[in-house]
């Protein structure tokens, strides 16, 4: 077995771990979100055959992942409210409305990669073999990706509220959706088109 130089391991297992919870289908690694990692979380952790340190480690970032998750939630869900208000107003102004989403565009940014520290966190306590499990794991799904950077579309799951939530970005009927990128914020304005 050839092992790599240390900077490109470093390197595979940051691009692993952004991956590192990614559902079963495919997607670039530019649009892979924090709220895509956890579905898969369970599966990858009995495949690893953590050890007691290992397992305390990734139960806890799990339970920070999942919080910041459920705060980011609840904080869009307040943006998208504010910002349906806003829209509503007599003498709207999109530039004042666009602030809001660009901060929370940087916010989100700020998050996955405290995300990502916390996972690689976890990554360097695993094993050599267990690094390589999950590069197995990346490598297969980065398989999928169809040529030109395409995904297979993203597949309707529930969510823990027991809502469900299809695939791609969220819009309102026939509104004008406004989407900070990957991790950003995703407002639906209305009566856009």
Known sequence: ???????????????????????????PVAEMRAEDYLPMASELKKSLSLNANQQTLWAQTESKTRKLLSERK????????????????????????????????????????????????VNDALSESQRQTVAQMLSEQLQRVAPEGGAAPRPERKEEGGEHRGGGRRGGGGGMGVSGGPGGANISLPGGG
């Open 74 to 121: 609840a904080r869009r869900e307040r943006l998208q409210a504010a910002t349906l208000a806003g829209a509503q107003g007599a003498n709207v102004e999109l530039r004042d409305l666009g602030k809001a989403m660009d901060e929370e565009t940087n916010i989100s940014a700020a998050e996955e990669k405290q995300l990502r520290e916390w996972w690689l966190t």
């Open 1 to 27: 077995m050839r092992f790599l130089p240390f900077p490109v391991r470093r390197l595979s297992a940051a691009l692993i771990l952004s991956a590192l919870l990614s559902p079963a289908f495919a997607l």
